[in-house]
């Protein structure tokens, strides 16, 4: 009997911590329910050399990886400029260049899940590669689900929501993986093809380090991921005032509560304005902190995952930073700007309290929040334990469901 084959498109690098917890999630629940199943992992890599890397590193002998193909550039010559048109206004031939990697193989696939979290959205600008990714699976006769994903909003351009709309009801299946997702969906018509499904980092197994030795005080610490990103929606228009305002976040935590820090890099990406490494040495390299350290961004997701889980608290702007807490029942707050916080809160606590929005990012209102976590850290706890375990059942209940939904027609 032939191995069940399950193509993996959409994500970014590993160097994005999260987008590989995504990966090993989303294997482990696929192993649930399919004997010995086979990857193909199609992500965009902003380098070959990160690509090489990407598969010199892989230690899970049933993942392969290709590159996304990215958009061409070509020259100024005429041909070039030719070609460049040709493939901006020709969907077939964007379509197939740009997954064109994944052609041999689309034939055997059991089906294609687009695995990239929150790419169905305006966060990062028109969803066009995702959309393409869609056409280019459903044209060809195969299943196309969007998996574990946070889907809009499009609100704010109505023919675009429109459009989506309707694309999205033609798609094969939707696992949404939090509730404002699913009521977003449904506002827009969105509801017969759509289904549940935790972010799939939630299930991925912690892996203890080699230096696990070296991390003996984690149970008295408070764990910290800033990213630079989040600059954009603290102080729009004015990106250099967040770090200022990150080192005095710090500074307030460490003079406040007295417990030792660890700053997490959880995304250090080969373009330096999408390092959390980067961005978290520049907070403690000119004033250093007595107890403040931050962790090598040398860590896999699951070592993350481990290093986090013997926290004593956790705050983050990094989705799967989070989730890796959450998941761990460590007592997490988030730093958002986005649906996909929002709805993951809400679905982990039945509120929004230890989730701040972007204008809440100041020390004060932080403090407030760390000391009401401090103060019900072991009520947090009990009731993490209690979600973690109905999460895992509505993941293995949808690997069942993709189960069906491969051996039916549809």
Not at 1 to 14: C, D, E, K, Q, V
Not at 102 to 127: C, K, M
Request: glycine letters at 6%.
């Amino acid at each position: 009997m032939s191995r069940p084959l399950f193509i993996l498109a959409g994500n970014g690098s590993y160097l994005n911590r999260g987008c590989e917890a995504i990966v090993r999630g989303t294997v482990d629940i696929i192993r649930m329910r399919f004997q010995n199943p086979r990857f193909l992992v199609c992500s965009y890599f902003l380098s070959d050399a990160a690509l090489s890397a990407q598969r010199k590193n892989e230690f899970d002998k049933d993942i392969t990886h290709v590159g996304m193909v990215p958009p061409y550039t070509g020259g100024k010559s005429i041909p070039s400029r030719i070609k460049r048109r040709l493939l901006e206004h020709i969907p077939f031939l964007r379509r197939r260049r740009t997954y064109r990697h994944i052609l041999p193989e689309l034939s055997e696939a059991q089906a294609v899940l687009s695995v990239g979290g929150d790419n169905y959205s305006l966060d990062y600008g028109t969803p066009r590669m995702f959309t393409d990714l869609d056409d280019l699976i459903l044209s060809k006769g195969k299943k196309l689900v969007i998996w574990g994903a946070s889907v809009g909003p499009f609100h704010s351009r109505p023919d675009y929501e429109t459009y989506m709309a309707a694309h999205l009801s033609n798609v094969t299946a939707i696992y949404a993986r939090e509730s404002y997702t699913r009521a977003y969906l449904a506002k827009i018509g969105v509801f017969s093809n759509v289904y549940d499904l935790a972010d799939p980092a939630f299930i991925m197994k912690p892996v203890e380090p080699a230096q696990s030795p070296a991390f003996a005080r984690l149970g008295e610490t408070i764990g910290l991921n800033f990213s630079q990103l989040m600059g954009r929606y603290v102080c729009p228009g004015n990106e250099d005032r967040w770090l200022i305002l990150a080192k005095e976040i710090v500074a307030r935590i460490k003079n406040e509560f007295g417990l030792p820090i660890l700053l997490i890099p959880h995304v250090c990406e080969e373009d330096p304005n999408n390092n959390d490494y980067l961005f978290m040495k520049a907070i403690i390299q000119d004033s250093p902190l007595e107890d403040v350290s931050i962790l090598n961004p040398d860590y896999s997701s699951q070592e993350l995952k481990w290093i986090i889980s013997k926290l004593r608290l956790f705050a983050g702007a990094r989705t799967h930073a989070t989730i890796a807490a959450l998941s761990s029942c460590v007592p997490t707050i988030s730093f958002s700007y986005s649906l996909k916080a929002l709805g993951i809160n809400q679905d982990v606590f039945s509120n929004l309290d230890y989730c701040l929005k972007p204008g809440e990012l100041n020390p004060d209102r932080i403090c407030a929040v760390f000391s009401s976590v401090l103060r019900d850290e072991n009520e947090i706890r009990e009731q993490l334990v209690s979600r973690m375990s109905e999460i895992y059942q509505t993941s293995e209940r949808a690997g069942g469901f993709l189960k069906e939904l491969c051996g039916s027609g549809r």
